[in-house]
């Protein structure tokens, strides 16, 4: 997963909120946020099936791939699919409070 992209992302998104005149609608975060989840998803599928390619080719036989190659692959994937996971549990957590809330 791509940490370091998305930490430079998210400190654009900062600095743009700082220095913009006129405070963000909730529609324009709610896109903003939902490009960004869009993106990460997009990538954790891009590492899984890199991993499942790599442990294809080194099944049958391909001598360009190692099996510290194929382990690294899919430990990166299997690091990615946890932090989504993670995010999607504390994004349910924090729904749940919400309708929780008193009104």
Known sequence: MKVNGLQAEMQAMRLDAQNSSSP????????????????ALKTVNHLQGQSSEL???FDQGDRSVSLSDVMIA??????AFEATVQVRNKMVQ???ELMNMPV
């Open 94 to 96: 924090a729904y749940k």
């Open 24 to 39: 963000a609608t909730a529609q324009q975060v709610s896109a903003d946020f939902g490009n960004l989840l869009s993106d």
């Open 74 to 79: 899919r430990n990166k994937s299997s690091v």
């Open 55 to 57: 442990a294809t080719r």
